[in-house]
C-alpha cells in the first residue's frame, strides 16, 4: 500500500520569517510573538505604545498652555493693561542709534551715556546695554551708519551728464548743507576726536575713511581730462578729502562764518584746481 509523502512543515525561523502568506517586507515591524521569544514583540509594541502617547500628551500639553496664553492676554487687553508685543530688534536698535545722534549733537561726547541714550529713545538703560554694551559701542555703531546712510544717498542720486558733475554731487554729500548732514558733521567731528586715543574707534574711523576714499579716487579718475600717474592721482584725492573734512569741521563750529553756499563754492573751485592736468599737487 502506498503512502503519499506527507507535505514538508516549515522549520521555526521560516515561520517567523512569513507574514501570513505576504511577502517579506523590509523595514515593516510585525507584532508577532515567536517561539524563542515570546515575550519579545509584545514589549516593542507596548514601547511603540508609549512612545506615541508621549508624543500625544506633549501636543496636549502644549496646545493647552498656548490656550492660556490667549485667554490670558484677552483678558488683560479687556482691562487696559498693555501687554508686549513682537518686538522689531532692528528698528529698536535704529530708534536707539538714532538717540544717540541726538545726544551727541546736543550734548558732545561728554554727555553721551547710557542713561541719556534711554531718555532720548524713551526706554530704559538695560534696553540699550542689551544692543550696545558700553559708549564705546555706541559711538562705533554711530560711525559705520554714518558711512552706511552717506552711501545709500550717493547710490539713489540720479545720474549726471557728465563725470566732473558726478563728482561734485558726491563730494557735497560730505558737507552740512542741510539738518541731517549737519547731524551727521557734528557726530563725525566728536568721533575724530574719540578716535585719537581709542584703537578700536580707530579702525572703524579707518575702514569708513578707506572705503570713502577709494569712491572718491574712482570719480576723480573718471574725471580728469587725461589719466595721471598713481601718486599725482593720490595727492589729488587726499587733498580733496582734506577740503571737505576742512570745511565740514568749520561749518559745524561756525556755521555763520562757513554758510552752505560758501561751502558749496569753496567745492568747486578746489574741483578745478584738482581737474586741471598741468597744475602739479
Not at 498693555?82 to 550734548?107: C, G, M, T
Not at 574711523?205 to 587725461?226: C, F, I
Request: aromatic content about 4%.
Amino acid at each position: 500500500m502506498s503512502t503519499r509523502p506527507s507535505p514538508a512543515q516549515p522549520d521555526g525561523d521560516d515561520d517567523h520569517d512569513q507574514d501570513d502568506g505576504q511577502p517579506f517586507q523590509p523595514g515593516r515591524t510585525t507584532y508577532r510573538r515567536g517561539a524563542d521569544n515570546p515575550n519579545g514583540s509584545t514589549t516593542s509594541l507596548r514601547a511603540d505604545v508609549l512612545a506615541a502617547l508621549g508624543v500625544l500628551g506633549v501636543l496636549k500639553v502644549a496646545t493647552a498652555a498656548w490656550r492660556n496664553i490667549r485667554c490670558v492676554t484677552f483678558v488683560l487687553q479687556r482691562r487696559g493693561v498693555p501687554v508686549p508685543k513682537h518686538v522689531d530688534h532692528a528698528q529698536r536698535r535704529s530708534e536707539i542709534s538714532a538717540a544717540v545722534w541726538l545726544v551727541v549733537s546736543d550734548s558732545g561726547l561728554e554727555g553721551l551715556t547710557l542713561r541719556a541714550v534711554a531718555a532720548a529713545a524713551n526706554c530704559t538703560t538695560g534696553l540699550v546695554t542689551h544692543y550696545f554694551r558700553d559708549k564705546k559701542a555706541l559711538l562705533a555703531h554711530v560711525r559705520s551708519d554714518m558711512h552706511r546712510r552717506m552711501a545709500e544717498r550717493i547710490d539713489a542720486m540720479p545720474t549726471r551728464d557728465t563725470a566732473r558733475e558726478t563728482l561734485y554731487a558726491v563730494a557735497e554729500q560730505a558737507l552740512p548743507l542741510d539738518e541731517e548732514r549737519r547731524l551727521e558733521a557734528t557726530v563725525w567731528s566728536h568721533f575724530q576726536l574719540a578716535a585719537r586715543t581709542d584703537r578700536e574707534l580707530l579702525h572703524e574711523h579707518t575702514v569708513s575713511h578707506a572705503s570713502w576714499t577709494r569712491r572718491l579716487t574712482e570719480l576723480v579718475s573718471a574725471a580728469l581730462p587725461t589719466p595721471l600717474k598713481p601718486s599725482n592721482l593720490q595727492s589729488r584725492v587726499l587733498a580733496l578729502v582734506a577740503c571737505l573734512d576742512g570745511l565740514a569741521l568749520n561749518a559745524v563750529t561756525d556755521p555763520d562764518a562757513y554758510p552752505p553756499d560758501l561751502q558749496r563754492r569753496v567745492l568747486r573751485t578746489q574741483l578745478d584746481l584738482i581737474l586741471e592736468r598741468h597744475r602739479s599737487l
